[in-house]
């Protein structure tokens, strides 16, 4: 079991996006739990839009503290996707959830403004606990040609810090799914949808082979 804890210490980078989207992606293949720590409770409020049974496990509303229990858990899951709160007043909970974890996805978005706060998330917390991490740039915008690379390239050189390679663009479907109830398991496949499940699932992909290495290219 993989405890894979989604953190940002800067709001609105796309945390709980990538929790439930990622929950979903991989819960085709593996048994998943996604566990909300975020007073905010954003996965809550989603998973009560959906129509139909979500498909992992959830805990919402969760004490940070209960993770350590975890791994007692009869149910035995291949990974645990926790959602954590983005504001710094709750740095204290999720210190607790990085105790508790194996990986940590570090959702960042391409604005000059979420480059400090991510880089002190990694290396106040993240860094000194020598948990393996890495930087998932999130709403990148398709109409901006140079956008991706100039970002890679700046994690890459200019920060030095490990990311992956795929991403997420920015689209409608995205930002509509909490609304509607929307997972990547549960959208229509068309032309409007595609590129989001793509791309969630080019993640959920390396996300997998990442935490499991025995797992690259058994998909
Ligand atoms: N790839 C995307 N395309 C379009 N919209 C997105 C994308 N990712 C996230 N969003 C939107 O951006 C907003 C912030 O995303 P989200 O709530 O996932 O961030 P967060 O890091 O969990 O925020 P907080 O720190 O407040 O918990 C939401 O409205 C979400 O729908
Ligand atoms: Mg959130």
Do not use: C
């Amino acid at each position: 079991m993989k405890v894979i804890a989604i953190a940002n210490q800067k709001g609105g980078v796309g945390k709980t996006t990538v929790t439930m989207q990622l929950g979903a992606a991989l819960s085709r293949r593996h048994r998943v739990l996604v566990v909300d720590v975020d007073r905010q409770q954003s996965t809550v409020w989603w998973a009560e839009n959906l129509h139909e049974r979500l498909p992992f496990d959830f805990a919402g509303s969760q004490n940070p503290k209960a993770l350590t229990g975890l791994r007692e858990l009869r149910v035995e899951y291949d990974f645990v996707l926790v959602d954590t709160p983005g504001a710094l007043d709750d740095t204290p909970v999720l210190e607790s959830v990085l105790d508790a974890a194996d990986y940590v996805v570090v959702p960042l978005t391409p604005e000059p403004l979420a480059v400090e706060p991510t880089m002190r998330t990694i290396s106040r917390l993240i860094e000194p606990r020598r948990l393996r991490h890495a930087v998932l740039l999130n709403r990148i915008d398709a109409r901006i040609p140079s956008q991706l690379h100039t970002w890679q390239d700046l994690l890459d050189t200019t920060w030095g810090v490990p990311r992956f390679d795929a991403y997420l663009r920015q689209y409608k479907t995205q930002s509509d799914a909490p609304i509607l109830g929307q997972l990547v398991t549960n959208l229509r496949d068309n032309r409007r949808t595609a590129g989001t499940i793509a791309d969630v699932t080019r993640v959920g992909i390396e996300m997998a082979a990442q935490a499991i290495p025995t797992l690259a290219g058994r998909w």
